[in-house]
């Protein structure tokens, strides 16, 4: 049943500058096995504003390189809304995550743990500047518990965001954790619902504070 969730690989807020993203279950995918997964997460409190939220909508597809490392490319767009008229901010991201399945769930070993690397390109926009071709690289750590059909998890990121825009305006740091759970309707196939608690460090050109933000997040995954 070790198979149940390992089409739910990470945490999708693919391209949002202010969203999380990390591993979700621990499980590999299998060496030459393939698997999808699409979400959507949606942020509050937005560069530190209760009124501004980002909807983060993507997908991942990952492969199996060996028994315990996976690859996995990403895309996804993530808008703001709450913004006063005329004034719109968006980004569209893509890019790679490698995952290593570091202790793996057994007699011995009451949980699973994964770490991870990636990076990605992202295309920012935001009204009254111009477009901006930003990256951001990113590590973490995950812990999941096969309770089948339930798979709680758990996790911390950290992710490094430069923006691309003129004098740093929008680079931050951020450390996520994360907190959820995985619900398998098949052997190949599940759904999980997750909170995520963001601690964001902008830059100082950004004229952000450093502030917490809550992300909800829905996604569906399945095993090829």
């Not at 997964?37 to 937005?46: I, T």
Request: proline share 3%.
């Amino acid at each position: 049943m070790r198979s149940l969730l390992v089409a739910l690989l990470l945490i999708c807020a693919i391209a949002a500058v202010g969203s999380a993203e990390m591993l979700v279950t621990a499980n590999p995918i299998g060496q030459g096995k393939w698997a999808v997964l699409g979400a959507g997460y949606q942020d509050s409190n937005a560069y530190n504003n209760s009124g501004w939220k980002t909807l983060t909508i993507g997908g991942y597809a990952g492969y199996g390189i060996t028994n315990k490392l996976d690859v996995l490319a990403q895309i996804g767009q993530a808008n703001v809304s709450g913004l006063p008229a005329g004034v719109s901010v968006s980004s569209l991201g893509y890019g790679l995550i490698l995952k290593y399945a570091v202790l793996e769930e057994g007699a011995s070993m009451p949980v699973s743990v994964s770490a991870g690397a990636g990076y990605k390109l992202l295309n920012n926009k935001v009204t009254g500047l111009a477009d901006a071709t930003g990256n951001q690289w990113l590590v973490g750590l995950g812990v999941s518990k096969m309770m089948v059909p339930f798979i709680p998890y758990g996790g911390v990121t950290y992710r490094n965001t430069n923006a691309g825009f003129a004098g740093g305006v929008l680079d931050s740091a951020q450390l996520d954790i994360t907190l959820g759970t995985a619900i398998a309707w098949s052997t190949q196939g599940a759904v999980f619902v997750e909170y995520t608690l963001q601690s964001v460090n902008p830059s100082t050109a950004s004229g952000i504070a450093n502030h917490s933000s809550g992300q909800i997040g829905l996604g569906v995954g399945y095993k090829i």
